[in-house]
T-cell receptor
Framework: GDSVTQMEGPVTLSEEAFLTINCTYT??????LFWYVQYPGEGLQLLLK?????DKGSNKGFEATYRKETTSFHLEKGSVQVSDSAVYFC?????????????FGKGTRLSVIA | DTGVSQDPRHKITKRGQNVTFRCDPI?????LYWYRQTLGQGPEFLTY????????KSRLLSDRFSAERPKGSFSTLEIQRTEQGDSAMYLC????????????FGPGTRLTVL
């Protein structure tokens, strides 16, 4: 079945450092790809999405590009802030089916220190 | 802001008791999903509804679990004869009838079984 693999954390960075969180996927169809973020004590929030190959999703300074050739959707941010400390989840769903549940990676905890 | 709401936010129960959780989706969303999240893991799919029809159930959903969505509005998830292994965060999400299957999550119900 479909699956998502994320780099293991925790990741600890200093403020203004560059962030990359790797995500690769396995899917039989043509998935849509998502990054969700979970801040401490809060629910999952959609951070960004991409629905087809070469699409770039972006939001709040974060970016991720849908790479079909490498089956990847790595999350990047040029300069992290303390407020970015959270757990980040990569996820996919079958775009053609429309009803399929999300398949999540295990999450990567990011801690940003001042 | 009428996002996805869940009730209760926390539930502590003794092993063997029954518990019921409620989820109210975003009003125009016809798809509703239940997930379970344990510590250090990504959310895992349990079941989903399109309108009032339950269309898919995960193998994780043992016969002690039942979910309903009467009239295609709110949904309930009941766990009978709870076990310590049921302790987890139970997440509800909803998505609109068209477009990419972008799911919006509620804050979750944290269940602790003693």
């Amino acid at each position: 079945g479909d699956s998502v693999t994320q780099m293991e954390g925790p990741v600890t960075l200093s403020e203004e450092a560059f962030l990359t969180i790797n995500c690769t996927y396995t899917a039989t169809g043509y998935p849509s790809l998502f990054w969700y973020v979970q801040y401490p004590g809060e629910g999952l929030q959609l951070l960004l999405k991409a629905t087809k190959a070469d699409d770039k999703g972006s939001n709040k300074g974060f970016e991720a590009t849908y790479r079909k050739e490498t089956t990847s959707f790595h999350l990047e941010k040029g300069s992290v802030q303390v407020s970015d400390s959270a757990v980040y989840f990569c996820a996919l769903t079958d775009a053609y089916s429309g009803n399929t549940p999300l398949v999540f990676g295990k999450g990567t905890r990011l801690s940003v220190i001042a | 802001d009428t996002g996805v709401s869940q009730d209760p936010r926390h539930k502590i129960t003794k092993r063997g008791q029954n518990v019921t959780f409620r989820c109210d989706p975003i009003s125009e969303h016809n798809r509703l999903y239940w997930y379970r999240q344990t510590l250090g893991q990504g959310p895992e799919f349990l079941t989903y509804f399109q309108n009032e029809a339950q269309l898919e159930k995960s193998r994780l959903l043992s016969d002690r679990f039942s979910a309903e969505r009467p009239k295609g509005s709110f949904s309930t998830l009941e766990i009978q004869r709870t076990e310590q292994g049921d302790s987890a965060m139970y997440l509800c999400a909803s998505s609109p009838p068209t477009g990419v299957n972008e799911q919006f999550f509620g804050p979750g119900t944290r269940l602790t079984v003693l």
